[in-house]
T-cell receptor
C-alpha cells in the first residue's frame, strides 16, 4: 500500500512569491493535516482538512491556506512568502480524526531567499 | 506553559541500556497520545499510540500513560545505535477545535 506522498520534495522561492505544495493521502484516508517544521523546532499545526472541508487551522496568518479535492488530495498555498517561511512542510493523513493515528509523508523543504 | 512539554536532551545512553523519554501535557481532556521517531532530515514515523492509563508494550518499546498526572513516557529497552533519533510526543486535543499538538522532541543518542 502506498504511503502519503508529497510534491515537490524541494522548492526554492524568493520573498513575496507564492508557493504551492501538494499531498496525496493513503488510500482510504479522508483527513489531511499540514504541519510546519522550522529548522530545530517542533512540528507546528497548520491546517486540517476532512471530507473536502477545512476543519481547523493553527495559529498562522491567512496567507497560509489550502484546500482538499474530491479525491482527498490536498494543496497548501503560501502567499507573499517571507524568509521565515523556510521550513519543512509535512503532510499527514488519517482515516478520521477521532483517535486515529496520523501517517506522515516525506515532506517538502521550502527555502525562501 | 507549553501545551506538550519534553526535555530537549540530548539524552545519551550506552548500547543495551534502557532509554526513558518523558512528556507532560496541559489539556486534561486529551484522550489519545502518540510517540513518533524522527531521524534527521526525515519525516516522523509512528512508534506507539496509547489511549488508556497504564502500560502498553510493543517489542522493545513500552509506552506509559498517567492521565491524572498528565504524563506520558516511552521506554526503549536494549537500546541500539539505530535508535538514535529525535522522539516526538504528540497529544490529540479538542480544545479550540481538534488538532494534534507535538512536543519539541527529545534527541536520543545511543553509544555503541
Amino acid at each position: 500500500e502506498a504511503g502519503v506522498t508529497q510534491s515537490p520534495t524541494h522548492l526554492i522561492k524568493t520573498r513575496g512569491q507564492q508557493a504551492t505544495l501538494r499531498c496525496s493521502p493513503i488510500s482510504g484516508h479522508t483527513s489531511v493535516y499540514w504541519y510546519q517544521q522550522a529548522l530545530g523546532l517542533g512540528l507546528q499545526f497548520l491546517l486540517w482538512y476532512d471530507e473536502g472541508e477545512e476543519r481547523n487551522r493553527g495559529n498562522f496568518p491567512p496567507r497560509f491556506s489550502g484546500r482538499q479535492f474530491p479525491n482527498y488530495s490536498s494543496e497548501l498555498n503560501v502567499n507573499a512568502l517571507e524568509l521565515e517561511d523556510s521550513a519543512l512542510y509535512l503532510c499527514a493523513s488519517s482515516v478520521r480524526q477521532d483517535q486515529e493515528t496520523q501517517y506522515f509523508g516525506p515532506g517538502t523543504r521550502l527555502l525562501v531567499l | 506553559q507549553k501545551e506538550v512539554e519534553q526535555n530537549s536532551g540530548p539524552l545519551s545512553v550506552p548500547e543495551g541500556a534502557i532509554a526513558s523519554l518523558n512528556c507532560t501535557y496541559s489539556d486534561r481532556g486529551s484522550q489519545s497520545f502518540f510517540w513518533y521517531r524522527q531521524y534527521s532530515g526525515k519525516s516522523p514515523e509512528l512508534i506507539m499510540s496509547i489511549y488508556s492509563n497504564g502500560d502498553k508494550e510493543d517489542g522493545r518499546f513500552t509506552a506509559q500513560l498517567n492521565k491524572a498526572s498528565q504524563y506520558v513516557s516511552l521506554l526503549i529497552r536494549d537500546s541500539q545505535p539505530s535508535d538514535s533519533a529525535t522522539y516526538l510526543c504528540a497529544v490529540n486535543t479538542d480544545t479550540g477545535g481538534f488538532k494534534t499538538i507535538f512536543g519539541a522532541g527529545t534527541r536520543l543518542f545511543v553509544k555503541a
